[in-house]
T-cell receptor, first 113, second 115 residues
Framework: TQLLEQSPQFLSIQEGENLTVYCNSS?????LQWYRQEPGEGPVLLVT?????EVKKLKRLTFQFGDARKDSSLHITAAQPGDTGLYLC?????????????FGKGTKLSVKP | EPEVTQTPSHQVTQMGQEVILRCVPI?????FYWYRQILGQKVEFLVS????????KSEIFDDQFSVERPDGSNFTLKIRSTKLEDSAMYFC?????????????FGSGTRLTVV
């Protein structure tokens, strides 16, 4: 059974601080996707990382896929109150024919002004 | 930006009743999914659908659940006889292709409350 462990579960920081969220598994994934979810809404895709060691940047957000494609991290530089939300990592695996997502439990980020 | 539309946004039903949750995926997408999220828990895979048939289903997706694409646009999830533990947010998602580069587009969800 594929499992994704996310840490930390909760993070409360001041505006301007940096933070890193981790997503770890013992399983290899074809790709790793990061989503952001607002209360009462569906997850919204931020990025997909595919190649081991890949780094992608989205403004102040930096995503990295581990060399072995088992783990990933999200680093936010100079966090803003607008970054507040639930960040989910999800691994794509092809147990079936078309690929399905395994989600982590999420990291609830709160950025205080 | 194209979006996945789900209706209703909120449904309250009595235990034992049938419910149908509706989704309109993005028009050029070929792969469709249902996920659910029980309050405070992780998002869980229910079923995937391609070419008018189920591709894969999880252990959660038992005989009480069914999916259908009755016309070219709608994608529905039916729960035949709801149980209290079916209370959750149900998310429909679609993808253009099955390639690993492609992310999922999720709808805003239907909050199902079984009383």
């Amino acid at each position: 059974t594929q499992l994704l462990e996310q840490s930390p579960q909760f993070l409360s920081i001041q505006e301007g601080e940096n933070l890193t969220v981790y997503c770890n598994s013992s399983s290899v994934f074809s790709s790793l996707q990061w989503y952001r979810q607002e209360p009462g809404e569906g997850p919204v895709l931020l990025v997909t990382v595919v190649t081991g060691g890949e780094v992608k940047k989205l403004k102040r957000l930096t995503f990295q896929f581990g060399d072995a494609r088992k783990d990933s991290s999200l680093h936010i530089t100079a966090a803003q109150p607008g970054d507040t939300g639930l960040y989910l990592c999800a691994g794509l695996y092809y147990g079936g024919s078309q690929g399905n997502l395994i989600f982590g439990k999420g990291t609830k980020l709160s950025v205080k002004p | 930006e194209p979006e996945v539309t789900q209706t209703p946004s909120h449904q309250v039903t009595q235990m034992g009743q049938e419910v149908i949750l509706r989704c309109v995926p993005i028009s050029n997408h070929l792969y469709f999914y249902w996920y659910r999220q029980i309050l405070g828990q992780k998002v869980e895979f229910l079923v995937s659908f391609y070419n008018n048939e189920i591709s894969e289903k999880s252990e959660i997706f038992d005989d009480q659940f069914s999916v259908e694409r009755p016309d070219g646009s709608n994608f529905t999830l039916k729960i035949r006889s709801t149980k209290l533990e079916d209370s959750a947010m149900y998310f429909c998602a679609s993808r253009e292709t099955r390639g690993r580069n492609y992310g999922y587009t999720f709808g805003s969800g239907t909050r199902l409350t079984v009383v």
